[in-house]
T-cell receptor
């Protein structure tokens, strides 16, 4: 199964954009890229997903490299409530198993 | 809608005891999952189910059992609890499998085995 690599931690100032990178060099042509986040003491929650094209929703944007070997989750204006662990996950062709790594712990500085 | 409900939220077990973690969802989702999360780590898949009567192993199934007799319920059974099973357990559900389904998680059950 294809794996992802993310930085362990990142910091951002409040109200500034945040770019969270993810490398997935062994991604297959049919794997979708999913992002989830986990607030302290809560279960993960869905953020966004995509295949090839960039995607936007009310929470974030997902920018996918042309070769699909990397992607970036973009939070346009970080708030204190965005402090969480962000997971980049590949959904494989089986589709029944998500593999979570250790994610990126985002700290938002007031 | 309540979404995904897990009980109990906290539990302390002695080594060798058994217990069942309950998970119920009211979204009529076919796909359900159990994960465990050790301190400072990501989530690891224990078992999953693609529908009533169908279950399959994930990454770390040893020491656990599941059943899926109804669409709504997906209990996780721990037999002969061991300290290595001290963790936070999350149940999740999804309306679809495949590559695009969104997972909905419960709030977690924190288990300590002493």
């Amino acid at each position: 199964d294809a794996k992802t690599t993310q930085p362990n931690s990142m910091e951002s100032n409040e109200e500034e954009p945040v770019h969270l990178p993810c490398n997935h060099s062994t991604i297959s042509g049919t794997d979708y890229i999913h992002w989830y986040r986990q607030l302290p003491s809560q279960g993960p929650e869905y953020v966004i997903h995509g295949l090839t094209s960039n995607v936007n929703n009310r929470m974030a944007s997902l920018a996918i490299a042309e070769d699909r070997k990397s992607s970036t989750l973009i939070l346009h204006r970080a708030t204190l409530r965005d402090a969480a662990v962000y997971y980049c996950i590949l959904r494989d062709s089986n589709g029944n198993q998500f593999y979570f790594g250790t994610g990126t712990s985002l700290t938002v500085i007031p | 809608n309540a979404g995904v409900t897990q009980t109990p939220k906290f539990r302390i077990l002695k080594i060798g005891q058994s217990m069942t973690l309950q998970c119920t969802q009211d979204m009529n989702h076919n796909y359900m999952y159990w994960y465990r999360q050790d301190p400072g780590m990501g989530l690891k898949l224990i078992y999953y189910s693609v529908g009533a009567g169908i279950t399959d192993k994930g990454e770390v199934p040893n020491g656990y059992n599941v059943s899926r007799s109804t669409t709504e319920d997906f209990p996780l059974r721990l037999e002969l609890a061991a300290p290595s099973q001290t963790s936070v357990y999350f149940c999740a559900s999804s309306s679809t499998g495949g590559r695009t389904g969104e997972l909905f998680f419960g709030e977690g059950s924190r288990l300590t085995v002493l």
